[in-house]
């Protein structure tokens, strides 16, 4: 079946490969890369079979569940769609990501529609030995745009991106690993 997905085992994370073969031939498993950017997920992205979705297509994208993972500094709250808050914590999954799939998890997000910011929140003992950035992409959601019904106290600024980024300066917010 086009655009099948096949992934091998690395340690504990799942290494999968998108191909959407046009000619209905059967996707293959590329290798991975070493480099890659490391996104925290908490919503609709931590169930595989919505991130298989939203990552098929061409040029085939790389990515792996690389593991759970705690946001501190932010909490999860719930509107339309699931976005973060400051305060408390939050609880989801690492995913590594190449470049193309990056770009097609800001569509899926609608970074470019304004419907959620894409911060860099540092990794706790994050070594980069695996060659990627020092920390996580984090996906905030506009409240006003989700229908978060709760109030949320993000500091003043010109956009939502400005205050999202203004609070994450003020505030210990990082994400960490289990163990």
């Known amino acids: 079946m086009a655009g099948q997905t096949t992934g091998r085992s ?9 191909t959407g073969s046009p000619d209905g031939g059967t996707a293959k498993c590329h290798s991975i890369r070493p480099t890659s950017v490391h996104v925290f997920v908490y919503g609709t992205l931590t169930d595989p079979e919505r991130v298989e979705i939203v990552l098929d297509g061409r040029p085939p994208t790389e990515y792996a569940f690389d593991g759970s ?22 609880d989801g999954q690492l995913l590594s990501v190449d470049e193309t799939a990056l770009e097609r998890l800001d569509r899926y997000e609608g970074v470019d529609r304004g419907l959620y910011v894409r911060v860099s929140v540092p990794i706790d003992g994050h070594n980069n030995s695996d060659n990627s950035d020092d920390g996580a992409a984090v996906y905030v959601g506009d409240p006003a745009r989700l229908a978060v019904d709760e109030p949320i106290d993000w500091p ?20 960490r690993r289990p163990g």
């Open 10 to 18: 690395r340690g504990s994370a799942i290494l999968r490969s998108r």
């Open 69 to 90: 993972a705690t946001l501190e500094g932010l909490r999860r709250v719930d509107g339309e769609y699931p976005t973060l808050a400051p305060g408390g914590t939050v």
């Open 156 to 175: 003043a600024g010109d956009s939502f991106a400005d205050r999202v980024r203004t609070s994450l300066t003020r505030r210990d917010v990082t994400v």
